[in-house]
């Protein structure tokens, strides 16, 4: 086979490897949820403790629907995060605009 | 595989070297983009949905004008006799702003730090000493611990009532790391406790948990609690997975928007390609041909540099992309998750690959690239010869 065809599978090889025993070292080592899971049963309360600069992003879930669009729905809401994070699609309790939209 | 038309693919990307190496950087770091996007999101997803199993069936909040606003503790009592039902907790939670550090803190409240509580409390907690069961005492993440360090708070905190006084608060314990990404700007504390620095009456509460052990009875018990009570909301587990499941707004969020730049790169590509070849390719496809090519043999080996190029780009981008989010733990993109809120948790999220996710960006991405380069090549190569050089 021609040299360079050979060095080509050669490096191809190589990053599959690599990327087989990236995946491998991660795998190895999965995140014992054991403890989060015991933290969430003893303070009861959902979502992730990421974005903490306003109640309706850190408990997303449970905020109510009017905070992140602060007064009504036709004024948008205005932190950085709130474009990353989508209001809660909690079925209870949604204003009308919003309806449109889970439906789709 | 004709291993001498291969070798021939690969010297005619070398050739043009500087053309194919720009291609081939801007399709890895479209792909490495869009993979690190997805992995994060899906990594967030992933913890998420490995603690819904512990979170409690029904949340009722009383709603008042459009806002959330604090429920009336004895309504678990009526709550506690619906059939079906284990238990109904008033719990009482909230936002504590410290304005020193500029930052949110969490107080979630707890029935006391009883025998009940040390066991659970234990597992989930580094403790210090035994001073839990001592009054005025609280337990808090790893972010809280650090903010209140840097601002000279080493055993005790002074919680600022509405009414202007202090409350101090011994420090008994810290959430472990691994309990970070949710526990980080979280201080637990007695219910009586929170009360005292929220300024809440005795007989209220933030919510109402509800514990139902049969899952098929959860909805006829939400619904029940709602007939009896209108002016609540509840949420449901279920709400709560249907909430996770949409947790990034793709429709207007900054994904779509770094979807649509990533995109519209791609399709530059794409118009470039296949807006026709250089007049140096065809008089390339031309030559061939005059020295006896087939159709077929040009084809094969623009099907191999094609190939070659975007499957490479694709699997270092890969490469690249598990490394970025799953040991370095995403630099500068994190920031697009984490806000402006300035108590960050360390970004270690749970090791997932979503095949799905992966598979579709391959086949948006390859599949197109290699036919853009095909079709434009076929249409030169049907050419005659003569007609091509000339």
């Known amino acids: 086979m021609n040299r360079r065809v050979t060095l080509f599978f050669g490096g191809v090889g190589a990053l599959m490897a690599l990327l087989a025993v990236e995946t491998g070292v991660l795998a190895s080592r999965p995140k014992n949820f054991e403890p989060a899971r015991a933290f969430v049963a003893l303070s009861g309360l959902p979502d992730l403790a990421i974005a903490t600069e306003a109640r309706f992003l850190r408990f997303r879930s449970l905020a109510d629907v009017f905070s992140p669009f602060n007064e009504g729905p036709e004024l948008l809401d205005y932190f950085p995060s709130s474009f990353t994070y989508a209001p809660s699609h909690v079925e209870a309790l949604v204003p009308s605009r919003i309806v449109e939209r889970i439906e789709e | ?390």
């Open chain 2, 1 to 390: 595989m004709n291993t001498h038309l291969f070798a021939f693919a690969l010297s005619s990307l070398r050739r043009r070297g500087a053309k194919n190496l720009f291609i081939f950087v801007v399709f890895g770091v479209m792909v490495f983009l869009l993979a690190s996007i997805f992995m994060i999101a899906h990594a967030l997803k992933a913890e998420m949905a490995a603690t819904l199993s512990s979170l409690p069936e029904i949340t009722v909040q009383r709603i008042v004008a459009g806002r959330q606003s604090l429920i009336d503790a004895s309504r678990a009592e009526r709550i506690a006799e619906i059939f079906g039902v284990k238990e109904a907790l008033p719990r009482v939670w909230g936002f504590y702003y410290f304005p020193r550090g500029g930052v949110n803190f969490s107080i979630v409240g707890v029935e006391g730090f009883g025998t009940q509580y040390k066991a659970s409390l234990q597992k989930v907690a580094d403790l210090f000493g035994e001073k839990l069961v001592a009054d005025d005492t609280m337990v808090v993440g790893e972010g809280v611990y650090e903010t209140m360090r840097k601002n000279f708070y080493r055993d005790y905190f002074l919680f600022v009532k509405p009414d202007g006084s202090l409350k101090k608060v011994t420090l008994v314990g810290r959430f472990k790391g691994e309990t970070s990404l949710e526990s980080n700007d979280v201080v637990v504390m007695e219910n009586a406790l929170v009360r005292e620095i929220f300024g809440m009456d005795e007989g209220m509460a933030t919510d109402i948990v509800v514990r139902v052990p049969n899952p098929k009875e959860v909805a006829t018990v939400a619904k029940k609690i709602a007939e009896i009570y209108p002016d609540t909301r509840v949420v449901t587990k279920k709400d709560l997975r249907i909430s996770y499941q949409n947790v990034f707004d793709y429709k207007s969020g900054i994904f779509l928007a770094l979807f649509i730049v990533a995109l519209f790169t791609f399709f530059i590509i794409i118009y470039d390609k296949t807006s026709g070849l250089s007049s140096e390719e065809k008089r390339e496809i031309g030559i061939l041909k005059a020295l006896g090519w087939k159709i077929g043999d040009i084809m094969r080996v623009k099907f191999y540099e094609a190939a070659i190029l975007s499957i490479v780009a694709y699997l270092l981008a890969m490469t690249l992309a598990v490394g970025y989010v799953f040991f370095l733990e995403a630099p500068l993109m994190r920031e697009l998750f984490m806000g402006f809120s300035r108590l960050k948790p360390p970004f270690a999220l749970p090791f997932t690959l979503d095949g799905g996710t992966l598979a579709l960006i391959f086949f948006a991405t390859v599949p197109i690239y290699i036919a853009a380069t095909l079709i434009p090549s076929w249409k030169a190569a049907t050419l005659e010869a003569d007609e091509v050089i000339r």
